[in-house]
């Protein structure tokens, strides 16, 4: 009888530690959760002093849907930071990008590394699996490197913006110019300063070298951390990782199919870009296919666009980037390993094979996990947008997506949100930053074994 129950309480503390090791990765995201809630808080709280205003200070809900808006990288926004923001509070916004934009979770490393404390295993794990690593020891070597990646690319970026604009705007206010929107469009937080900037009264430069410029700090920006760090070590390793192949492959597939999409429908008269020329039309389709993924920069007001190309863009936002980038949405990734299960699936393949290495199900699982989740969130948001906004439904399932992606994307809605909207769409802002974090750390619970299995039962689908 002492024996059965020794066997039963070892059996019970087995269980209690099994539980508490599934609980780790998720009490690690919290603690990252916790941060980022504070890095707003500080912000928002930066943006009230009156320095921070031109003609007034912000009021509270001003600052805070701006400050959340920075750090989630999205863009959206209810003020006009070149005309509402002093030179301060343009300089905390750009700061709140540039910490939202490296990346939640190597923003974390750093803190944490900052803070004199090693990085946990637990957290380790809950980083790579967010950041698409394999290795943990990679995490912390990869939290060193990102700043000096992230410094480099947006150095030179900022140095051909500075010259491409320094005829226009004259030295220093070129470069200020320059450096702003290098760390806006790097980050894919798509905010500007040239709508109703006394130093810019032609509006957002839209010339092909400086739009090509800014989608080129776009995509970098929205590829994600490891596929740049696997880049950067081809030349000495002469091989890429899976993840990096797939994600460059699914990059240009969308970029070719939002292309096309956003030109043929803009090509029909009476639309936003019908009457520019198809070289130009071609270019402007390019631009909107890049940014609309993750960054949302706003040439002229979308309000004009024809609904097919709205459409069009609502996918790819709703997509977002890529694992460990700056932006948003389900991640290329997780509908890259959908469409390969898929494909399996109608060959009657039992493996999911992609250059000649196999994806394990429980991938899949997640994909689908999120993909689910991400629907369900989208689906919540947008009801709750319909009871409180004076709004049609494309107006606010777009304006939900957009937010959710950390695009910044809007049909005009944004202006007109009251109270509520603003603090639904704020909320959605920070959710979609932690979103992928979250769902990716509560599923990498190690799973335990049950000791009883049941029957298989079908049931029907389709």
């Not at 880049?231 to 969308?254: D, E, F, G, Y």
């Amino acid at each position: 009888m002492q024996r059965i129950e020794a066997l039963a309480r070892a059996g019970v503390l087995r269980r209690q530690r099994a539980q508490a090791v599934n609980n780790r990765p998720l009490r690690a995201a919290l603690r990252l959760t916790i941060i980022l809630a504070a890095a707003t808080a500080l912000g928002t709280l930066l943006l009230m002093l009156p320095i921070s205003g031109t003609r007034r200070a912000l009021h509270w809900n001003e600052a805070l849907f701006t400050a959340t808006s920075g750090l989630a990288t999205t863009g959206l926004s209810i003020i006009t930071p070149g005309q509402d923001l002093s030179v301060f509070g343009q300089v905390v916004l750009l700061l709140l990008m540039e910490t939202g934009g490296v990346g939640f979770m190597i923003g974390a490393v750093v803190l944490f590394r900052a803070f004199g404390r090693a990085i946990s295993l637990e957290e380790r794990l809950s980083l790579r699996d967010s950041m698409g690593l394999i290795a943990t020891s990679t995490v912390v070597q990869l939290g060193r490197t990102i700043l000096t990646i992230a410094l480099a690319i947006q150095g030179v970026g900022a140095l051909v913006l500075w010259l491409l604009w320094l005829p226009r705007y004259g030295a220093g206010t070129a470069a200020y110019y320059a450096i702003w929107h290098t760390v806006s469009a790097f980050t894919n937080a798509s905010f500007d300063l040239f709508s109703r900037a006394p130093d810019a009264p032609a509006g957002f430069p839209a010339d092909p070298a400086s739009l090509l410029v800014l989608c080129a700090l776009v995509i970098l920006g929205s590829i994600g951390i490891p596929v740049i760090y696997d880049l950067l070590r081809w030349p000495r390793q002469r091989r890429l990782t899976l993840h990096t192949r797939l994600t460059l492959i699914t990059v240009a597939i969308l970029l070719l199919i939002g292309t096309a999409g956003v030109f043929v429908g803009e090509s029909k008269p009476g639309v936003l870009f019908a009457e520019d020329p198809w070289p130009r039309r071609l270019l402007l389709a390019f631009f909107h296919s890049a940014t609309s993924r993750t960054a949302g920069f706003v040439l002229e007001p979308l309000q004009g666009m024809d609904a097919s190309s709205v459409l069009v863009l609502t996918g790819l936002m709703f997509i977002g980037g890529s694992p460990g980038s700056m932006g948003g949405g389900i991640s290329t990734s997780t509908v890259t390993v959908l469409v390969l299960a898929m494909w399996s699936y109608v060959r009657g393949r039992q493996q999911i094979v992609a250059f000649q290495r196999s994806i394990g199900i429980e991938t899949v699982q997640k994909a689908a996990a999120i993909l689910l989740i991400g629907l369900a969130g989208v689906g919540l948001i947008s009801w709750l947008m319909l009871l409180t906004q004076r709004a049609t439904m494309q107006e606010v399932v777009f304006e939900v997506v957009s937010a959710a992606a950390t695009c910044g994307f809007t049909l005009g809605l944004t202006p007109r949100l009251d109270l509520i909207g603003q603090l639904l769409i704020a909320a959605t802002m920070f959710g979609g930053r932690l979103g992928a974090l979250t769902v990716v750390a509560a599923l990498t619970s190690r799973v335990i074994e049950s000791p009883i299995t049941y029957p298989e039962e079908r049931v029907l689908i389709g």
